[in-house]
T-cell receptor, first 114, second 112 residues
Framework: AAGVIQSPRHLIKEKRETATLKCYPI?????VYWYQQGPGQDPQFLIS???????DKGSIPDRFSAQQFSDYHSELNMSSLELGDSALYFC?????????????FGSGTRLTVV | QKEVEQDPGPLSVPEGAIVSLNCTYS??????FMWYRQYSRKGPELLMY????GNKEDGRFTAQVDKSSKYISLFIRDSQPSDSATYLC????????????FGAGTRLFVKA
């Protein structure tokens, strides 16, 4: 079965550079979530989209922005990168009318800022 | 204070043991409770999903929710080395676009 696809798997950027992370949700899933997980930390909610509209916002820095496109894929754009942005970034998708299925997570993008 | 508290462990048990994992929470609005399992360098995967108080059993796994105490548990019977992973409790206020809040995760090691 198709899963949530994230790209790239690994990304190394320098401070003050820009990064774009991509997420392709499971087909027919209508909601996408972005989480940031630091080493040994719980996933921190960043932002979510339902049917291409932003549905909730968490602790996402102003330097970050995200959107969901007409084909339901989502991109997380990160500018003026800081060392503290180094983390695993997960995208998850779900079907709103089937909450009992929970989220399906991608394998994540590991961002390293040097 | 974090909304969801979970002991990070690590918890080390012998194969065949019964494992008990727990979380407490502070927001009484939470109604949906989940347990996710996360293997190293992988995304979390849904293990159990419960609504409101009560028990739910699925194979070797049993989830319990006590809303009056704001306490949830996951029991693993006959634990196997393949159960070695980080277990994250998670909860949300409602369906729809409500975000899921995760606990810190408990690292479990099952020794053969």
């Amino acid at each position: 079965a198709a899963g949530v696809i994230q790209s790239p798997r690994h990304l190394i950027k320098e401070k003050r550079e820009t990064a774009t992370l991509k997420c392709y949700p499971i087909p027919r899933h209508d909601t996408v979530y972005w989480y940031q997980q630091g080493p040994g930390q719980d996933p921190q909610f960043l932002i979510s989209f339902y049917e291409k509209m932003q549905s909730d916002k968490g602790s996402i820095p102003d330097r970050f922005s995200a959107q969901q496109f007409s084909d339901y894929h989502s991109e997380l754009n990160m500018s003026s990168l800081e060392l503290g942005d180094s983390a695993l970034y997960f995208c998850a998708s779900s079907l709103m009318r089937k909450p009992e299925f929970g989220y399906t997570f991608g394998s994540g993008t590991r961002l390293t800022v040097v | 204070q974090k909304e969801v508290e979970q002991d990070p462990g690590p918890l080390s048990v012998p194969e065949g043991a019964i494992v008990s994992l727990n979380c407490t929470y502070s927001n009484s609005a939470f109604q949906y409770f989940m347990w996710y399992r996360q293997y190293s360098r992988k995304g979390p995967e849904l293990l159990m999903y419960t609504y409101s108080s009560g028990n739910k059993e699925d194979g070797r796994f049993t989830a319990q929710v006590d809303k009056s105490s704001k306490y949830i548990s996951l029991f693993i019977r006959d634990s196997q080395p393949s159960d070695s992973a980080t277990y994250l409790c998670a909860m949300k206020r409602g369906t729809g676009g409500f975000k899921t809040i995760f606990g810190a995760g408990t690292r479990l090691f099952v020794k053969a």
